[in-house]
C-alpha cells in the first residue's frame, strides 16, 4: 500500500495582467515548474531566481508574458491543471475509479452480469463471484471492466482479479 503522505504539487503560470493565465500547468517539484517557465519565457537566472524565491516575477517587454507564477497546490488530482495530462502521469495520487463505458460488464446483484443491454453470463449460486467473473471473461476472451451497480445508482468497479 502506499503510504499516506501529503502530496504536493506545483502550478507553473504565464500570463497577461488582469487576464486568465495563458498557459497553467503542474510540476511534481518546484524546480521543474520554474525550469520549465524559465525555458518558456526565456527568463533571466536573476529573474529565475525572483519567481522560486517569491512564487512570482513581473516579466519584461518582449518576454511573451506579464507575469510567471508558481504556487503550491494540494490538491488530490494534479492531473486537471493542464490540458492533455493524464492520472497515469501522477502515478503518487489515487488513481480515480474507472466509470463504465459502453463495453462495461455491469451487474446488481453479483449473480446476473449484463453487456450490452443483455444477459452476458450470470454466475451460479454460491459460486466466488471474482472467480466466476474470471472464468467468464475468459470464456469470452474480452476482458472490460466490470461494475456492480447499487441501489442508488452508484458504480463500483469489481476488482474481480485481487482475490484468488
Ligand atoms: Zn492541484
Known amino acids: 500500500m502506499a503510504k499516506k503522505k501529503t502530496l504536493i504539487h506545483y502550478i507553473g503560470m504565464n500570463g497577461t495582467s488582469g ?11 518546484k524546480r521543474a515548474a520554474v525550469e520549465s ?13 525572483e519567481l522560486s524565491r517569491d512564487g512570482l516575477v513581473y516579466c519584461k517587454p518582449g518576454q511573451g508574458a506579464d507575469y510567471a507564477e ?22 503518487d495520487y489515487p488513481q480515480p475509479e474507472p466509470e463504465p463505458d459502453e463495453d462495461s460488464i ?15 453470463f450470470e454466475l451460479t449460486e454460491g459460486e466466488n463471484v471474482n472467480q466466476g467473473i474470471e472464468r467468464e471473461l475468459n ?7 466490470v461494475f ?6 452508484n458504480a463500483h468497479l469489481i476488482h474481480y482479479w485481487e482475490d484468488k
Open 70 to 91: 508558481v504556487s503550491e497546490c494540494t490538491c488530490s488530482e494534479p492531473w486537471v491543471h493542464s490540458e492533455g495530462s493524464r492520472p497515469e502521469d501522477w502515478p
Open 139 to 145: 470464456k469470452m476472451q474480452f476482458w472490460p471492466n
Open 19 to 29: 487576464c486568465m493565465p495563458d498557459s497553467c500547468n503542474a510540476y511534481e517539484t
Open 106 to 120: 455491469t451487474t446488481g446483484d453479483h449473480r446476473k452480469f449484463y453487456q450490452y443491454g443483455k444477459l452476458a
Open 37 to 49: 517557465l524559465t525555458d518558456l519565457l526565456e527568463l533571466t537566472t536573476r529573474q529565475a531566481r
Open 148 to 153: 456492480f451497480i447499487s441501489d442508488h445508482g
